[in-house]
């Protein structure tokens, strides 16, 4: 019987396929990367590390589909998601629009965060001011209960 080798070669153990493998590629400026464009995969080169799954990428090679408005030279915003479908590791451009509601909801946000402030600081002013006054008793008018109702006589015309 001959002996398999397999067990002993390192390069057989622990096979996992490229797009099976999920965070292992780390990204470092100059390194190039695969963007997802509409239509079409790019080559891209990385300008700036935002974190392990975002990047600031220089497009590398010339866009062919006319489904978007990318062109060679353009530096965009680029995340790492997870293709539903195949389940396989991407890049992907952040959009504009994207972008654009972010900053719109942070903006927000730190409005809103100034305005309760300032609300508060103002209800802490005002707070012992509102305070209700009491009435003093000599200008409490109580109904007459003891004086029977005046009548008046009909009047006639004449």
């Not at 654009?100 to 309760?116: G, S, T, V």
């Amino acid at each position: 019987m001959a002996e398999s080798n397999d067990a002993f070669n390192p390069l057989l153990v622990n096979l996992v396929p490229h797009h099976a493998q999920r965070r292992q590629f780390k990204p470092v400026e100059g390194a190039f990367i695969t963007l997802m464009l509409p239509g079409e995969m790019i080559r891209a080169k990385v300008c700036r590390v935002v974190s392990e799954d975002s990047v600031v990428a220089q497009i590398d090679s010339p866009p062919m589909g006319r489904g978007h408005a990318y062109h060679k030279g353009d530096v965009l915003p680029c995340r790492r998601v997870v293709d539903d479908f195949l389940k396989t590791e991407q890049w992907e451009v952040v959009s504009e629009h994207e972008l654009n509601l972010a900053e719109a909801a942070w903006r927000f946000e730190r409005d809103e965060k100034e305005r309760m402030r300032i609300v508060e600081e103002q209800k802490a002013i005002a707070a012992p001011a509102e305070e209700p006054m009491a009435v003093p008793p000599s200008l409490v008018q109580e109904p007459d209960v003891a004086k029977p109702p005046v009548r008046r006589r009909a009047t006639t015309k004449r």
